[in-house]
């Protein structure tokens, strides 16, 4: 079965840095890539950023500004979501997403497998 299970998010002030975690467990997690979305309150869930099972990064640049970075660890089936300088604007609920691909891209349906989110609320 897999799992992908998030966390690390909670409240900070704008300007703070956040880490966030996904484990996974139950499919081949170093042939494939992976990915983070989001979700804010009355948006649609949107791509984040990715990275594919040999390391290459892709971000969505409007909305991440290079303040964001995605990161993999073979070792631990781990995938991080370095977010710094953190806005408002960044309030969401942040899902992981695992594929069978390779290297998939900023599509929902690039990816197979789904965390439950972890919430991240930016706010003074």
């Known amino acids: 079965q897999v799992q992908l299970t998030e966390s690390g998010g909670r409240a900070v002030q704008p300007g703070d840095s956040l880490r966030l975690v996904c484990k996974t467990s139950g499919f081949m997690f170093s042939n494939n890539g992976q990915g983070w979305f989001r979700q804010a309150p009355d948006r649609e869930r949107e791509f984040v950023a990715s990275?594919?099972?040999?390391?290459?990064?892709?971000y969505n640049s409007d909305s991440v500004k290079g303040r964001f970075t995605i990161s993999r660890d073979n070792a631990d089936y781990t995938v991080y979501l370095q977010m710094n300088n953190l806005e408002p604007e960044d309030t969401a609920v942040y899902y992981c997403a695992g594929s069978r691909r390779a290297s998939p891209g900023s599509l929902e349906g690039d990816y197979d497998f789904w965390g439950q989110g972890t919430q991240v609320t930016v706010s003074t």
């Open positions: 990275i594919s099972w040999y390391g290459i990064k892709t």
